[in-house]
Nanobody, 127 residues
Framework: QVQLVESGGGSVQAGGSLRISCEASGNTYSSSCMAWFRQSPGKEREGVAAIDNDGTPSYADSVKGRFTVSQDNSKNTLYLQMDSLKPEDTAMYYC?????????????????????WGQGTQVTVSS
């Protein structure tokens, strides 16, 4: 069974850094658009960053210049390095895949095309 398992969430003070990871099982990774989403209470789940199978990244404007998405194909693992964290970055972060599609298109519209989600990892940023 194909699965996405996130790890690395936690609590950090504003201005700090955190890296979260997502390990993919099966053949998910080799032919999919991979992405990170986040959701805080009372808000819609939003796309944060995505990465094409060839490594081309895309970012939401709110995190551009602070977050970096990357992947290690040998480990089937997706990463999100989060720097200069702000209290408004506090959310549950979800790893996601648009399986079978190697290129991510239109990050704001990606959520509707996601067909595999991880269970989420909490990131809390205090002021």
């Amino acid at each position: 069974q194909v699965q996405l398992v996130e790890s690395g969430g936690g609590s950090v003070q504003a201005g700090g850094s955190l890296r979260i990871s997502c390990e993919a099982s099966g053949n998910t990774y080799s032919s999919s658009c991979m992405a990170w989403f986040r959701q805080s209470p009372g808000k819609e789940r939003e796309g944060v960053a995505a990465i094409d199978n060839d490594g081309t990244p895309s970012y939401a404007d709110s995190v551009k210049g602070r977050f970096t998405v990357s992947q290690d194909n040998s480990k089937n693992t997706l990463y999100l390095q989060m720097d200069s964290l702000k209290p408004e970055d506090t959310a549950m972060y979800y790893c996601a895949a648009e399986m079978g599609i190697p290129y991510c298109r239109d990050l704001p519209l990606l959520r509707a095309r996601i067909n595999l989600w991880g269970q989420g990892t909490q990131v809390t940023v205090s002021s």
